[in-house]
C-alpha cells in the first residue's frame, strides 16, 4: 500500500491516500460567506482521495481571523453548496472542518466583548485583527451551561454541513483552538466536570462527537488532534498518557478516521513533549490519518508499514492542484509562496499550473 493506494472512509471508497489537509487561505466574503473563487480552488484540488476543508466556525463567537468561512448561518450554506458541486462535478470528497477559536480571538471580532475559553489564561504573543497586531487579551471562562450552548452549535453546524452537500465533519480538536484548549492541562484549570482529570478534560470533545454522531452518522465524522503541538502557545503535562487514553475512548465511537498532527520543528524548538505516531497506531483501532511536512517517500512508507491510512498534505497541495498524478509520475513539484497565502483574490490561490 502507498499514498496511490485506494481506501475506504466511512460509507466512501476513496481513489487514493492523498489527502488535502485543511488549510486557512482568508479567502470568504463579507458575512464569512464562500465564494465562487473558493469553488474553483476545491474544484482544482478534487484529485485528492479526500479534501478536508478550512477551517470553518460554528457561531460567531467561533470567529478569530478576518475573512474565515463559518457555516452558521444561510448565506454561508448556500456559499459552500457552490463548494461542494464543483467538488463533486469533479467527482471528488469533501469532508468539513468544524472550528471554534475559543481564546485565540480579539475583542475586535465579538463588538468589544471578550474572548472565551475553558478557563482566564491569556495565549502569549500577538494576534491578526482586523485594528492589526494586538496582543492576546485575558479571556472570559466560560460557565458550564455555556459549554452545553457551544456543544449545540457543533450539532447544529454539522446539520448544516450536510445540508451544504459535504460528506462528512472533521471537528477541529488541534491547533490550540477551543477543543484543545479544554484538553489540556496547560489550559484547562476548571474545577466542574469538563476539568481536572483526564477524563473530565475529554468530556468536552467527546459530547461533542456523541452529538454530531446522532446528527449525521459515526462513518461522516472525523476528529483532527495535534498531540505534540506548541502552536498557540499550548502544553500539556503528560501528552503520551493523555492522548494515548483519548485515541483509545475514540474506539468507541465507531468515527470515520482520526487525523493526527506530528510534532513540526516548530513544536520541537518550543520544547514540546513529543507523542510518537506509533503510541497513538497502538491505541487507535480504526483509521488513522497523518500529517506534519511529509513528503511523498515518507508518506509511503509510512502508510506501508501501517503507522497511518493515509497521510494529509498542506503546502504540497497549495502549490500542486494535481499533487495525486505528480506523485503517481513522479513530476517536479512546484514551490508554493507563503507571502499570499492569507491575501485576497487568485494570486497564489488557483493560479498555480497543473502538469
Not at 498557540?232 to 503535562?237: G, T
Not at 470515520?256 to 513533549?273: K, M, W
Not at 497521510?311 to 498524478?325: H, K, Q, Y
Amino acid at each position: 500500500m502507498n499514498l496511490l493506494t485506494p481506501i475506504q472512509i466511512g460509507p466512501y471508497h476513496l481513489a487514493n491516500r492523498t489527502f488535502m489537509a485543511p488549510l486557512t487561505r482568508c479567502r470568504a466574503a463579507e458575512g464569512n460567506v464562500p465564494t465562487d473563487l473558493m469553488a474553483a480552488y476545491y474544484a482544482q484540488r478534487a484529485s485528492a482521495g479526500l479534501i478536508i476543508s478550512e477551517a470553518t466556525q460554528v457561531s460567531t463567537l467561533g470567529i478569530g481571523y478576518p475573512s474565515t468561512p463559518g457555516i452558521h448561518t444561510q448565506e454561508q450554506i448556500n456559499g459552500w453548496k457552490k463548494v461542494t458541486k464543483a467538488v463533486h462535478d469533479k467527482g471528488g470528497h469533501i469532508f468539513l472542518q468544524l472550528w471554534h477559536v475559543g481564546r485565540i480571538s480579539h475583542p475586535s471580532f465579538h463588538n468589544g466583548n471578550l474572548p472565551v475559553a475553558p478557563s482566564a489564561i491569556a495565549a502569549a504573543g500577538e494576534h491578526y485583527t482586523p485594528e492589526g497586531m494586538k496582543p492576546f487579551e485575558v479571556p472570559r471562562e466560560l460557565i458550564t451551561s455555556e459549554v452545553n450552548e457551544i456543544i449545540e452549535q457543533y450539532v447544529q453546524a454539522s446539520r448544516n454541513a450536510m445540508e451544504a452537500g459535504f460528506d462528512g465533519v472533521e471537528v477541529h480538536g488541534a491547533n490550540g483552538y477551543l477543543i484543545d484548549q479544554f484538553l489540556r492541562d496547560g489550559t484547562n484549570k476548571r474545577d466542574d466536570i469538563y476539568g481536572g482529570n483526564i477524563e473530565n478534560r475529554c468530556r468536552f470533545l467527546c459530547e461533542i462527537l456523541n452529538g454530531v454522531i446522532i446528527a449525521i452518522g459515526s462513518d461522516k465524522v472525523g476528529v483532527r488532534l495535534s498531540p505534540s503541538g506548541t502552536f498557540n502557545d499550548m502544553s500539556d503535562s503528560n501528552p503520551s498518557k493523555h492522548f494515548s487514553y483519548l485515541c483509545q475512548k475514540l474506539n468507541n465511537f465507531n468515527l470515520a478516521y482520526v487525523h493526527i498532527i506530528d510534532a513540526l520543528e516548530g513544536d520541537i524548538r518550543h520544547g514540546a513533549n513529543v507523542v510518537e505516531l506509533s503510541v497513538l497506531r497502538e491505541a487507535y483501532e480504526g483509521v488513522l490519518i497523518t500529517n506534519g511536512g511529509y513528503t511523498q517517500e515518507r508518506a509511503d512508507e509510512t502508510i506501508s508499514s501501517a503507522k497511518a491510512d493515509a497521510v494529509t498534505f498542506g503546502e504540497l497541495f497549495i502549490a500542486n492542484p494535481d499533487l495525486p498524478e505528480r506523485f503517481a509520475k513522479k513530476s517536479a513539484l512546484n514551490k508554493a509562496d507563503p507571502t499570499t497565502y492569507y491575501t485576497q483574490g487568485e494570486k497564489g490561490y488557483t493560479d498555480y499550473p497543473s502538469l
